[in-house]
């Protein structure tokens, strides 16, 4: 049963691809006629036009990362796998795609600017800074889940099946060997005459050999300071926060670029290894499909509506995915029929890697998943470790694989959303000198710390992991972040083509997210402020934060609404669009 669930999935999105892309496209007027920013702007630097193979690859792996491993894995585990592949599904076709492809598209349309910039020209400039304060608080949120999930990683060992340890400090130490050869891989390109090819051709097999050495030298900071393995994995959370900061600061070439290379081979091989592990290992569904439509979640209860559509961001659909579009992508794109594939295909292409993840939860039974704490990257990384098994790979390195990946995988974010950061906040305050940069880059990397040393406990006093309270937050604020992001897609699209189709294909979504994002925020607020005994101010972070996101996109929800009004009495026509102004 799984695999007929896998290739329909498959099947589903191919065909999604075919329709209903085909339809945005045309509605969109895609025309390959039109020179595009990256051509007309070419400079070698920030405008250089690639082929939509390479440039669908550069997408893809920028804004899958661990995003859609972890959402689909914890929303299976809540609410069982049939309601998250159903979301997955639909989510992907009809929301999440017309974000990413809306957001590409409007972007190429405006010189290929950030889709603040496109909400600056078609709303108002206090539009434009009450977006840029949005998405520098869900990038926060983004480093905070993800820095705690990976510093769970290099603590605490995995049991095997056949009784075979997997140790997290070994993990740690093939991470730090992973970032340490990137480095040395790029002074080797910089000093030496060898060629891309021929570096790539020495420098995997020794990030192979980073993987199978680690276990053999454990990196165990619970052990050597006589720590618990809680207070060992804080001391990795500043490590890596710390990385944070360093990752946006030093030159590109010295770290992200070299380290993006290396990472992408990691990340297809994932995806290959485990999409031919499902097909061939004749595994057989354990998870149940359904559990229920409210569920035991920390110190309360968890509801299907809103949370699972809160809880699975990428993989259906993910606001950090319109940053991306029109940030990077758009600035590379050498054909505007390339929209279709890089837009709205690398959407679908992630959500097969979220259906894939989902998988890993479906072949386990419910005493599995507990006996691995729950932790989404186990999870992750025991599936592909029996996946693997297919072709001969014993499970351990399998696992220690798939932990590595996922790791990988986090480094993509962890450095994208803190160089995004800087600029939000160089860009909000004006700091364009050399201090102002590091400034930037600080706060951004060590605000997260703040709410990481935080000690979550369950409703029995236990204490759980932190990305638990965060996940869930982080998931409002990034669905919170699609929705203004299809706010600001649909003012575009009715100034520009006064059609009635823009309400169903693009209104509709940016309704549907900002209800269920807007009603699992409230929930927070509520159970933050109301209390069996009344009114009360909450000492927790969460409430203040839900509640400051919820002003933030009700004041964007308004200008959006002056903006219609104002087209409707201007009666502004699709050609020659003036902005709006306060």
Not at 5 to 24: E, F, R, T
Not at 51 to 80: E, N, R, T, Y
Not at 502 to 516: K, L, S
Request: glycine content about 10%; some cysteine; overall charge positive.
């Amino acid at each position: 049963m799984l695999l007929t669930i896998i290739l329909a999935s498959a099947i589903i999105l191919l065909v999604a691809y075919k329709s209903y892309g085909g339809l945005l496209a045309r509605l969109l007027k895609l025309d390959a006629s039109k020179t595009t920013p990256a051509v007309e702007l070419a400079d070698g630097v920030d405008y250089d036009p690639i082929d939509w193979k390479f440039l669908l690859s550069q997408h893809f792996s920028a804004i899958a990362a661990a995003g859609p491993i972890v959402g689909p894995i914890v929303a299976g585990m809540m609410f069982g796998w049939l309601p998250t592949l159903i979301w997955i599904l639909l989510g992907a076709i009809f929301i999440g795609g017309i974000h990413d492809f809306g957001s590409l598209v409007a972007s190429i349309r405006h010189k290929a600017r950030s889709i603040a910039e496109v909400v600056r020209e078609h709303m108002t400039r206090r539009s434009y800074l009450l977006f840029l304060t949005f998405v520098w608080i869900a990038l926060i949120y983004i480093i905070v889940a993800f820095t705690d999930i990976v510093a769970g990683s290099f603590v605490g060992n995995i049991t095997l099946e056949n009784g075979q340890q997997v140790s997290g400090a070994g993990i740690a130490t093939s991470s730090l060997l992973y970032l340490a050869l990137p480095v040395v891989m790029a002074f080797v390109l910089r000093w030496t005459k060898l060629s891309l090819l021929t570096t790539t051709l020495i420098f995997l097999p020794l990030v192979g050999a980073a993987i199978w050495f680690g276990q053999y030298l454990p990196l165990d900071l619970a052990g050597g300071l006589g720590l618990s393995d809680l207070a060992a994995q804080k001391v990795w959370v500043v490590a890596l926060l710390i990385y944070c900061f360093v990752a946006a600061t030093v030159p590109m070439w010295i770290l992200l670029q070299p380290r993006g290379h290396l990472g992408g081979f990691f990340l297809f091989a994932a995806l290959i290894a485990g999409a031919l592990g499902v097909l061939f290992s004749g595994s057989e569904i354990q998870y149940p499909a359904f559990i229920g439509w409210n569920v035991p979640q920390g110190a309360g209860v968890a509801t299907l509506f809103p949370i699972l559509f809160i809880t699975v961001a990428c993989g259906a659909c993910s606001g950090f995915h319109s940053i991306i579009a029109s940030g990077t992508s758009s600035k590379q794109l050498r054909n505007e029929l390339d929209a279709k594939k890089v837009g709205y295909g690398a959407m679908l292409l992630e959500a097969m890697v979220a259906v894939v993840s989902l998988s890993c939860v479906m072949i386990l039974s419910k005493e599995a998943v507990a006996d691995l704490g729950g932790k989404p990257n186990f999870i992750y990384a025991l599936g592909l470790g029996r996946f693997m098994e297919v072709f001969g790979i014993p499970a351990s390195f399998g696992v220690l694989f798939g932990l590595m990946a996922f790791t990988t995988f986090v480094y993509d974010t962890l450095d994208v959303c803190t160089r995004l950061g800087r600029y939000i906040l160089q860009e909000l305050f004006g700091w364009q000198n050399t201090f102002g940069r590091y400034a930037a880059t600080a706060l951004t990397a060590f605000v997260p710390l703040f709410f990481v040393m935080q000690t979550a406990t369950d409703a029995s006093g236990a204490v759980i992991p932190s990305w638990r309270v965060f996940w869930p937050l982080f998931g409002a604020s990034n669905q919170l972040l699609a929705a203004i992001g299809l706010l600001g897609i649909t003012v575009w699209l009715h100034r520009t083509y006064r059609a009635k189709w823009v309400w169903p294909i693009a209104g509709v979504p940016t309704v549907i997210m900002y209800i269920m994002s807007g009603w699992a925020l409230l929930q927070y607020v509520t159970r933050g402020f109301v209390t069996s005994s009344g009114f009360t101010l909450p000492t927790s972070f969460v409430p203040w934060v839900a509640l400051l996101l919820i002003i933030l996109a009700a004041l964007l929800l308004w200008e959006a609404v002056k903006v219609f009004r104002k087209n409707d009495r201007l009666n502004v026509g699709a050609a020659g669009v003036p902005p709006v102004t306060t």
